[in-house]
């Protein structure tokens, strides 16, 4: 059973978005790790929207079984979307998309996954933005977290900067997309980041991988990515748990996108 709800102090919202897939075996650490250490902080509201289905078929992870659709009532959200798969594809114009190219080069099956997976973000990040939070939590149910946010959730209790923490691990040339922990102007742009795609299309020339997506996404409105040392694995349908590469980024990488921001914060500085 779920402590009790702190009746005063800071809001704070944990958003999931995507499809539950492996709920089951990943909800204990979800409790443990993200809802309850959020609760010892302030008042904590639960957010969802996720796609509605009964089978996954994703040759990439080598799923093709049943799934249950209501698997998401086990996290018992205070609001909670419901989506069937596929038609946010024609509202973000996949085909357009996919003809700049196919960063993960499995005829377009990873890239579809990718809109629905910003569609879904976008939404959440709508119902998350109604409440007015004052630390957002941007999680995945399809991960096993391995580490406490309180820590984290605690150092952006009354936070105001531009800044956004992600997982130190894993930035494939861009930023990790797992997770995000940050204050609502951050968590603003960090979902709604679907609506620069033409824009990051136009300007890299294609494809559209989601690290260096979320870095140019980030980079845009000068939000400075700060590395946290939370971990959390993909657990598939099946149960299986993928073995991540928890390897944290270099030093290098860190300077390069601070560089980023920081000249992006200067530009924004002299055009305001």
């Not at 909670?80 to 099956?109: M, R």
């Not at 204050?183 to 559209?208: E, K, V």
Request: net charge positive; with cysteine; glycine share 8%.
């Amino acid at each position: 059973m779920l402590a009790n709800n702190n009746k005063e102090g800071p809001r704070i919202a944990v958003g999931f978005f995507g499809i539950t897939r492996s709920l089951k075996w990943t909800l204990p650490s979800i409790q443990e790790n993200i809802i309850e250490p959020a609760r010892q902080l302030g008042q904590v509201r639960l957010f969802a929207h996720l796609y509605q289905q009964d089978h996954i078929e994703n040759p990439r992870s080598g799923e093709n079984n049943p799934v249950d659709p209501n698997e998401y009532q086990l996290l018992n959200c205070d609001e909670v979307q419901l989506e069937s798969p596929g038609a946010c594809l024609t509202t973000a114009n996949y085909e357009w998309i996919l003809s700049h190219g196919d960063a993960f080069k499995d005829g377009g099956k990873s890239l579809a996954n990718l809109i629905h997976q910003l569609h879904s973000l976008q939404q959440v990040g709508r119902m998350i933005d109604e409440w007015k939070p004052d630390v957002v939590v941007i999680a995945r149910p399809d991960l096993m977290y391995h580490d406490s946010f309180y820590q984290v959730i605690k150092r952006n209790i009354g936070h105001r900067w531009l800044e956004i923490n992600v997982p130190d691990w894993q930035w494939y040339g861009g930023i990790n997309d797992r997770f995000a922990i940050c204050g609502s102007p951050a968590a603003r742009i960090y979902s709604q980041r679907i609506a620069l795609i033409p824009n990051y299309l136009r300007d890299s020339g294609g494809p559209l991988p989601a690290e260096r997506f979320l870095r140019y996404a980030l980079n845009q409105y000068g939000v400075y990515p700060r590395s946290a040392a939370l971990r959390a694995s993909r657990v598939r349908s099946t149960g299986e748990i993928v073995k991540e590469n928890f390897k944290t980024i270099s030093i290098g990488k860190h300077m390069r996108s601070l560089k980023d921001w920081s000249l992006r914060k200067i530009g924004l500085l002299f055009s305001s």
